[in-house]
């Protein structure tokens, strides 16, 4: 957070819900600090395979845990793992997001 302050830096950060529950200060800070917050589902997910039903619950439940703790509004989400079709695309859209890709993994998770 120095380095990023230091340099005038936002970024994205997208979170589980289980992130959200461990570090709600931070979750706070990054808000406060201007810094965008993304939805990454509650429990991570593979999304392509759950039921739309379940979609819609992975991303509100995170949606409504930030929107408590911080009255922000995410409108960013990224597909755990990557992992996407049409029906994962077409379940943001319809819930007001706008689904983020990558295309270079940095091998940076636990």
């Known amino acids: 957070m120095e380095i990023l302050d230091k340099h005038q830096v936002k970024v994205t950060f997208f979170m589980t819900g289980n992130w959200v529950d461990d570090n ?3 979750v706070k800070e990054l808000v406060e600090k201007g810094h965008d917050l993304g939805n990454h589902s509650e429990h991570h997910y593979d999304m392509t395979t759950i039921s739309r039903t379940e979609k819609e619950k ?9 929107k408590e703790l911080t009255g922000y ?3 960013l989400f990224r597909p755990p793992y990557g992992a996407y079709d049409n029906e994962v695309v077409k379940t943001a859209y319809d819930m007001n997001y706008y689904p983020i890709q990558w295309s270079v993994d940095a ?3 636990e």
Do not use: A, S
């Open 24 to 26: 709600p200060d931070c």
């Open 73 to 75: 509004e995410m409108f």
């Open 107 to 109: 091998d940076d998770t």
């Open 58 to 66: 992975e991303m509100q439940i995170v949606h409504d845990k930030v």
